[in-house]
């Protein structure tokens, strides 16, 4: 079992809907959790970077994490064309060893 | 407005041959990393250093080898190259070890 699950999409949706990102971990001791963007030939860049439970909020992007159930999710409000993109999430417990997921490709389309 | 720069952006090499991917940091980070990104996986870790002159192993450092002379730049070095290090290659830093990390561009490397 892989320490961190996310469904390789991809994700279509029209302009403007709300879209939701998730993952799963198994790690318990994972405390840090980020989203990262990846446009298609550059590299990943930081979204959202939380500590332990909750949400953080960032214009149209929520981050939301639930640690008694291993699981976190990003939401991108009135979604865009220009948010077509592969998202990773990313988590560690602390220091610097970080556990990425595969991504998900999203699509929005005009 | 840099950020983490790697050089080239794209190379061709024939089995057995070697090559230095480089990457430059311009943020006074002392964490600097190495990855490979390979289809459906996540980014997987090759060599790590937290400061001038101290590296170490990552997940998959086999076949590779890194140094870091100064904070600014972290090389990585392929030695005989092999078709399963074809992968598109990520250069990252962070301020601290417990900061988000900041990735350059990428090398996508074909080895044929």
């Known amino acids: 079992q892989k320490e961190v699950e996310q469904d390789p999409g991809p994700l279509s949706v029209p302009e403007g809907a709300i879209v939701s990102l998730n993952c799963t971990y198994s790690?318990?001791?994972?405390?840090?959790f980020m989203w990262y963007r990846q446009y298609s030939r550059k590299g990943p860049e930081l979204l959202m970077y939380t500590y332990s439970s909750g949400n953080k909020e960032d214009g149209r992007f929520t981050a939301q994490v639930d640690k008694s159930s291993k699981y976190i999710s990003l939401f991108i409000r009135d979604s865009q064309p220009s948010d077509s993109a592969t998202y990773l999430c990313?988590?560690?417990?602390?220091?610097?060893?970080?556990?990425f997921g595969a991504g998900t490709r999203l699509f929005v389309k005009a | 407005n840099a950020g983490v720069t790697q050089t080239p952006k794209f190379r061709i090499l024939k089995i057995g041959q070697s090559m230095t991917l480089q990457c430059a940091q311009d943020m006074n980070h002392n964490y600097m990393y190495w990855y490979r990104q390979d289809p459906g996986m996540g980014l997987k870790l090759i060599y790590y250093?937290?400061?001038?002159?101290?590296?170490d192993k990552g997940e998959v450092p086999n076949g590779y080898n890194v140094s870091r002379s100064t904070t600014e730049d972290f090389p990585l070095r392929l030695e005989l190259a092999a078709p399963s290090q074809t992968s598109v290659y990520f250069c990252a830093s962070s301020g601290q070890g417990d900061g988000p990390q900041h990735f350059g561009d990428g090398t996508r490397l074909s080895i044929l």
């Open positions: 990313a988590m560690k417990a602390g220091g610097f060893k970080t556990i």
């Open positions: 790690n318990s001791a994972f405390q840090y």
């Open positions: 250093s937290v400061g001038a002159g101290i590296t």
